[in-house]
């Protein structure tokens, strides 16, 4: 249990770092990648769950492609905002707070309900459809800013 957890933090450093890069250069892309790594990751986990090697990728993959999420959501949404960016830039915050409500209820019936590896496969059906989110929110493009004319000195 301690290489898995020291595994998903040093993951979680790394991702944050990396998602940082890959967002600068297509913070699209990056959400689409990432969500579909956490979905392999979750996936692997009932599927290859009894080899401990494949534990820890999971564990890694979970780590590095969850946290770097995290800086491609905030640039994303700041650079689609236009005006509103300071206001928009505390939205992925709360997005992350409501899907961590959302998870721990669909998490706890998914248990109620078929045990620990349905909250596995629950997470991983999740994280599918989070894939056809940033899908589809990647052919969204910033709105143009109207800038107002230079005022012009009358003689």
Not at 126 to 143: G, Q, Y
Request: charged fraction near 5%; aromatic fraction near 6%; avoid cysteine.
């Amino acid at each position: 249990m301690t290489a898995f957890l020291l595994t998903y933090g040093v993951a979680t450093t790394i991702g944050s770092f990396g998602g940082g890069r890959f967002a600068d250069s297509n913070a699209s892309r990056s959400l689409i990648i990432g969500t579909i790594g956490v979905t392999a990751s979750l996936l692997a986990l009932p599927l290859f769950g009894g080899n401990a090697l494949v534990v820890g990728l999971a564990i890694l993959g979970m780590g590095l492609f969850g946290m770097g999420l995290a800086p491609s959501t905030q640039h994303r949404v700041v650079s689609l905002a236009g005006p509103g960016a300071p206001l928009a830039s505390s939205l992925p915050a709360s997005a992350v707070n409501a899907g961590i409500a959302f998870g721990s209820f669909a998490g706890g019936a998914a248990i109620d309900g078929g045990g620990v590896p349905a909250a596995v496969v629950t997470g991983a059906i999740i994280a599918a459809i989070a894939i056809t989110a940033a899908w589809a929110t990647s052919f969204l493009k910033p709105v143009a800013v109207a800038v107002a004319p230079e005022p012009t000195a009358t003689h």
